[in-house]
DNA sequence: GATGAATGAGTCTTCATTCAT
DNA sequence: AATGAATGAAGACTCATTCAT
């Protein structure tokens, strides 16, 4: 019994908590994704996840606690994704950047549609705690594409417009194309035309001649 | 006596019903906005329309009948601002029809906020039942504006794309955008504006010089 | 405006709550025939008369007055129909007696099955104030058979035996022929043959020989 | 840890969760027994088995389910008790089984009063459902009683007769002494003089001079 | 750590009865 | 007399959480 082996049951132990820990929530990831906060129970995790109710509260303090581990396991995942564009010299292509950001996002929700789908259904509405939660996560989002759309106004790659409103507008349209993605999977083309799909979108509308204005 | 007092009776009971009926939707409308469907009772409403129990049941079959009630409302009222391009020669302008339709819906939704948070946040992964509903209106939404891209398409006022993806980022940009007005309606310009720059960003996107390519 | 004007107002006045009351009555015995009274509401009864919820009230009490008011009626008719033998010289035979007082309570029964059923199904059970009046009913013709086995034993028709329990014995019989006879109508024979049956059931019991003599 | 080991705790366990839904039962059977099935509430029974509300759907799923637990008992136990009179050469004498049936059955009925009330009074006029079940008892009953008559019919032991009247009015002589017996036990004689009275009266009836034989 | 029996606050819904018109 | 909108007490059932083993 040496202290490295301390060390090392120890850490075993905090792996086995971490991996029973980390159980619970994948199947209580299913649970909340398909039933919804509400109408899931805690019998209904516990079950699909094969533990005893007391093990539950063993790994969790509430039913709340472990929907808002999930809610904070995509966010900061998401967060980790959208990094701010790179103006420094030598940096790549700003467009590329944007692009690339949407290619990561788009990439870790389609790869987790459960995720996606406690992020854009299930915690839409839950109660004032998720509200703050995704207010802060949206308005930091928001305020990334507002900055970026300002920057490129100065630089002339932007046209000068509402940023604040615009910023929604982009952000829309990536909620809205995630949902599709992800609740109508069949039907949709690639990720790679999806991507370039949405960066067109932004970049330039609809319109056709959109350039001569 | 007469016949035509009967029916002015009938009318007065009537419209007396109806009151009733309205004054218990105005107040739920309140409390399901605020609180959710979930987190709101039974109580809560009667206790704000100030009536009792029974009566609420008079009404309504149910809570869920109740709030059913309130998304039926939204989605009838969307349902008749939201019109199809007309392209018959003699109508106007298919650009200035495409605005007056953001405009009609955003007016609406500004103009009652708790039914639009009912829309966009309550009715969200609350169950089945309203995912078909909401799914129902959003399909006739997708399928009409995606009909419209493949005229404009068509015609050449619109660039080829992935007409699918495409129309879901446009409903993306009027949710999103809808919900800033609703609930960050202070700092916000006036609707006028708003309806502008949502046009402007579907039509020619971000790009200062989306023209040239 | 005469006097003798305003008594026949008055009778016809009466009359005409008379035929009210009847025909909530008529309609409430159905109703609770079929539902029983705790599954019958006040709703059924009132719709099923075609009356007003507060016109019911106008005539009875209370829901529970007017089941009362059903079963006092079977009870009263079935008093009127079961008649003391009478014993005194030139009386009729008491054998035909006893058989004409089964006739006459199971001809009753049988022609208004929906109260038979409210007495045998409806009112049994329910709570303490309708068993004391089944047990005053019951009772009162207990007594009477028994007074009659008291009577016929004396005078050496009947044989000793527990006066009590075979009073017992006599009142299921009549009270289960009674309810075969308005569930399964059907398939029974006509009313006379199951008069005799029974008559002979009580007097001969089963046994082939028992009848010798 | 040995296999002995497992099955004794499995036993324990199952014999502990018996106990409680036993304990719930057993109270529920006073309840429904006095209040019968409308009057009595859940909070009744739980207040009664002084447990928590909770506890009692972990063992019941609804208040229909403890009532229909109890009534399948008493029909159950009833239904072990009612046998097929045994014909076969070397069998005890047909009435002397009749009689033994008789017996069983009154024994238990006697013993446990509150379920008999259950069956007689609670069970009666409740709903479809209890009437199927109280029907498909009785109509067992009788089959069974019927086919005995026609052997004794054809045995030359008992009188021809409408054994389908005759059924009833023997199943009607056990329902009400049944009745009797547990509703007013004070003053009745000792059961065994009841099932000979019982006996006698279905076999040879009131009549003196059927005794002949 | 693991278990699962027990808890009880919280909610929806029903329905007999009243009363102003 | 007749009406029927309004009432609110009562009751069944759920489910997140606790805790003794």
Known sequence: MSRMGEVVVHK???????????????FAKQVFSQKGYHNASVSDIIESAG????????????????????????????????RPIDLSPGAPDPLAQVKAN???VLEFLVHDPELTKILL?????????????????YDRVLSLIERSLEHGIRMGLVRPCQTRIVASCILGTMKEVADQLT???????????????????GLRGVFARSATS
């Open 121 to 137: 259904h299930q915690a839409v509405g839950l109660d004032e705690r998720s509200a703050a939660m995704l207010q802060a996560f």
């Open 12 to 26: 075993e132990l905090k792996e086995l908590k971490e991996t029973r820990r980390n159980q619970i929530l994948f």
């Open 102 to 104: 949407i290619g990561r």
């Open 51 to 82: 533990i005893a109710r007391g093990t539950f509260y063993l790994y969790f303090t509430s039913k709340r606690d472990i929907f808002d581990s999930l809610l904070d396991e995509v966010l900061k995942e998401l967060r980790q994704r959208i």
């Open 183 to 201: 609740t109508h999977r069949e039907d949709l083309p690639p990720l790679e035309i999806v991507v370039e799909e949405l960066f067109n979108f």
